[in-house]
């Protein structure tokens, strides 16, 4: 499965920005997608998910801010950014788990893009 994610950039604070991410190739079952991000000297943390069955799941710090949504004909996740502050600047990676023919669970990610939020 390759995950192809839109371009990041630069936002002042208070501003939105809108992230993409397409899966593609091998593409079985996806069981959820979603949004992680990692910011210098942290660890990579959740955003938001979104299941196979619509429900959705955000890290407390995007809570009311961040919206995900998905595309399921198009296999595509997208997470709307508003209210951005500085605290958001961090790379933001796609994640995709996949069932796969075999019963087992896939985990895939995407290369990142870097989100800067000035002040």
């Known amino acids: 499965v390759n995950l192809v994610e839109s371009e990041g950039g630069l936002v002042q604070s208070g501003g939105s920005l809108r992230l993409s991410c397409a899966a593609s190739?091998?593409?079985?079952?996806?069981?959820?997608m979603g949004w992680y991000r990692q910011a210098p000297g942290t660890e990579r943390e959740l955003v938001a998910v979104i299941t196979s069955g619509g429900s959705t799941n955000y890290g407390d710090s995007v809570k009311g801010r961040f919206t995900i949504s998905r595309d399921y004909a198009k296999n595509t996740v997208y997470l709307q950014m508003n209210s951005l502050v500085p605290e958001d600047t961090a790379v933001y990676y796609c994640?995709?788990?996949?069932?796969?023919?075999?019963?087992?669970?896939?985990?895939?990610w995407g290369k990142g893009t870097l989100v800067t939020v000035s002040s």
């Open positions: 190739g091998s593409i079985f079952s996806i069981y959820n």
């Open positions: 994640n995709v788990h996949q069932w796969s023919d075999t019963g087992d669970m896939d985990n895939y």
